[in-house]
């Protein structure tokens, strides 16, 4: 796992849209790790997958409970 840095306000990516993940592989699951990573080291609450430079379909966030919850393909 490694933390990835966080993309802030007003670089374009952040406005492009997103693709939806169609294959569930280990790519998936290491960007995944790397994005719960990188949330816990930020002390934030949830992280989109294009906010560390991805234009994937993915986010992680931080349940009450402190459980982190993976979302791909949200609707």
Request: aromatic share 2%; with cysteine; hydrophobic share 45%.
């Amino acid at each position: 796992m490694a933390i990835r840095r966080i993309i802030k306000e007003g670089d374009p990516i952040l406005r492009m849209k997103c693709r939806p993940v169609t294959e569930f592989n280990q790519r998936l699951h290491t960007l995944i790790d790397d994005m719960k990573e990188t949330l816990l080291d930020s002390g934030g609450v949830g992280l989109a997958a294009p906010q560390v430079g991805v234009l994937l379909r993915v986010c992680v966030v931080m349940h009450e409970d402190e459980d982190i919850i993976e979302l791909v393909n949200p609707e």
